[in-house]
């Protein structure tokens, strides 16, 4: 059995250490970077936490594939990186989509957490944030008829302008009368419910498809099949 300093989600003990007493390997990042849940028990309260772990050093791969954390002969610390704990948000079933940008990737995960724990205006205000970034930087530059500052700020004038004039694909303009003309839609009333919610994570969802995952997609594929030709 080997030993994790954390702070305790249980009984709030800062840097207390836990004996770690088995884990799983959840996902590998960057090609190297090893994540694990691994079930630990405070030493302070005796009760359990399953903390999330990442791995520190593209060094320690041949470590990690010989022994198990549970197995170390020193401390995880050295080797991982403590980085959160299982809770009730973590029965997110909503993934975002692929190749998004780093911070609407962020926003749109935090919105999924929201909404896996019952906080739809929460939820909702996060995915419409995230298409609030993806669509302030289509608009062009300068003087242009119709698009004023009062359009620019509000996402709710935005998006009409933007599929007026052809920069958002007509196929979406339906799901997206889920974004009102106020500004807010409710989510800063807090009058939204799941219906309403789920419908702004909808026309999210298949608005950053559309903007990223499939251009990225094309892009790689395009990519593949020069390497092929390349080698051939």
């Not at 989600?9 to 250490?17: N, Q, V």
């Not at 593209?58 to 022994?67: E, G, N």
Request: aromatic fraction near 6%.
């Amino acid at each position: 059995m080997s030993e994790l300093v954390a702070n305790c989600p249980r009984c709030k003990a800062k840097e207390m250490t836990f004996d770690l007493i088995c884990e799983i390997s959840t996902y590998i990042e960057c090609s190297w970077q090893r994540w694990f849940e691994a079930f630990s028990i405070c030493r302070q309260c005796n009760r359990s936490t399953v903390f999330v772990l990442a791995q520190r050093e593209s060094s320690d791969d041949l470590l990690l594939r010989k022994t198990r954390l549970s197995e170390l002969q020193r401390a995880v610390n050295q080797v991982m990186y403590v980085k959160g704990h299982i809770t009730l948000k973590d029965q997110v079933s909503e993934k975002p989509p692929e190749h998004l940008p780093e911070n609407i990737n962020a926003v749109f995960k935090e919105g999924a957490a929201c909404m896996a724990i019952g906080c739809h205006n929460a939820g909702a205000t996060m995915f419409r944030l995230c298409i609030d970034l993806a669509t302030k930087s289509m608009l062009p530059e300068g003087e242009v008829e119709g698009l004023n500052n009062k359009v620019r700020r509000n996402l709710g004038l935005r998006l009409p302008w933007l599929f007026k004039n052809n920069i958002l694909p007509n196929a979406l303009e339906e799901l997206s009368s889920c974004i009102k003309d106020d500004g807010n839609d409710g989510a800063h009333e807090g009058t939204l419910n799941e219906q309403d919610a789920e419908d702004i994570l909808d026309f999210t969802y298949v608005l950053l498809e559309r903007l990223y995952t499939e251009p990225k997609r094309l892009e790689l594929a395009k990519e593949r099949r020069q390497a092929r030709r390349t080698e051939a």
